[in-house]
């Protein structure tokens, strides 16, 4: 279980690398999903210091990776309450993010929340991603695409592939038991 200690240390390493405002607006970004979650269903956790380290770190857990750094146009396939793409709209403001799930309601809270903390480039998408990923703009229209907790790696490969253009990359943000999904 993640401390306050820990949560203290990952806000000072996210205001050295993103500056105090962009810091601020990823815990802000948080608090709200965690406020907004005792009235609508967006997270399993409940503890802030815990939403830190497995919302907010895991979410910004490929900023450095050249796959990442590369890609211009990303897509959140089964964003939730907007991980991983929200938090990686505001560590990486000239890129462009696209976050797709099937549930409105949760998408209304995004955009409310990328609302009231000036995300610019951030738009989100109602729509099954088998059902969106062969129309024009979606069919391969994305340098990356990523997902986080949302299927099993041979179901998630066969809704995201379609999306990545031609040399681009798709990222699954994955537990530790990993390895047993690759096999």
Known sequence: MATIKDTQILINKLTERYGEETAGK??????MVLERNEHINLTAVRDRDEAMQKHLADSLAITDIPEYKE????????????????LLALASPEKEFVLLDSTLKRLRVIDEFADALNIGNLTTVHARAEEISRKEGFAQGFDLCVSRAVASLDKLSGWCLPFVRKGGYFIAYKGENYQAEID
């Open 71 to 86: 890609a211009a146009k990303i897509l959140d396939v089964g964003t939730g309450a907007g991980f991983p793409g929200a």
């Open 26 to 31: 990823m815990t802000a970004y948080i608090d």
